[in-house]
């Protein structure tokens, strides 16, 4: 597949199962990673791998984690949380460092350099045969599940998991819109 194509053809997909990537296509996820844009090279993103068991176990503390925040879900969303984690081989927690000494670059740069890491895992994972998905579900806006996973809110923002394994389901190609509806062109008067 060439890189256009591959590009063009990737897609989000939630329904994966296992076999996950194996350490030597991890290790190119997280360096496609590693070749994001970033202004300074400040390289503020940070991951946590939650693979196995672990996964299911992030679920229920994040399922406890809503409760305990006076937002419990509904025993319908926590099934199928449950049931959507129960297949899932591989998570990969996303997290951008806040570094408190930085003044010339701002934080907003370093939170679109660490979301375009994101986007590269996206490809990579696309590339090598995986389907993956990036969700800001699991208690991603509390406090609870990011510092049960090392990133404390003084100095991480915490931007939310990717799935990755075998896609469940085929999937045809996504409903992409017309780009030209997003364009404007200016010019000079």
Not at 32 to 45: E, F, K, N, Y
Request: with cysteine; glycine share 10%.
């Amino acid at each position: 597949m060439s890189t256009i194509d591959s590009l063009l053809s990737r897609r989000s997909i939630k329904l994966v199962q296992g076999p996950g990537p194996g350490e030597q296509e991890l290790d190119l996820i997280l360096r496609a990673a590693m070749c994001a844009p970033d202004h300074g090279r400040l390289q503020p993103w940070r991951f946590c791998l939650i693979r196995g068991e672990n996964v299911q176990a992030l679920g229920e503390l994040a399922i406890a984690a809503n409760e305990r925040a006076g937002n419990p879900l509904t025993e319908q969303k926590a099934a199928s949380v449950r049931a959507w984690l129960a297949k899932v081989p591989m998570l990969i927690a996303v997290a951008s460092h806040i570094d408190h000494g930085e003044e010339k670059i701002p934080e907003l740069e370093r939170v679109l350099a660490t979301g375009a890491a994101v986007s590269n895992m996206l490809h990579a994972a696309h590339q090598l045969g995986f389907g993956a998905f990036w969700s800001t579900g699991l208690g991603t806006y509390g406090e609870e599940v990011p510092e049960a996973l090392g990133f404390d809110s003084l100095d991480y923002q915490f931007l939310g998991f990717v799935s990755v394994g075998t896609p469940i389901h085929k999937l045809g190609p996504a409903q992409r819109p017309e780009p030209q509806q997003f364009l404007t062109e200016w010019q000079a008067a």
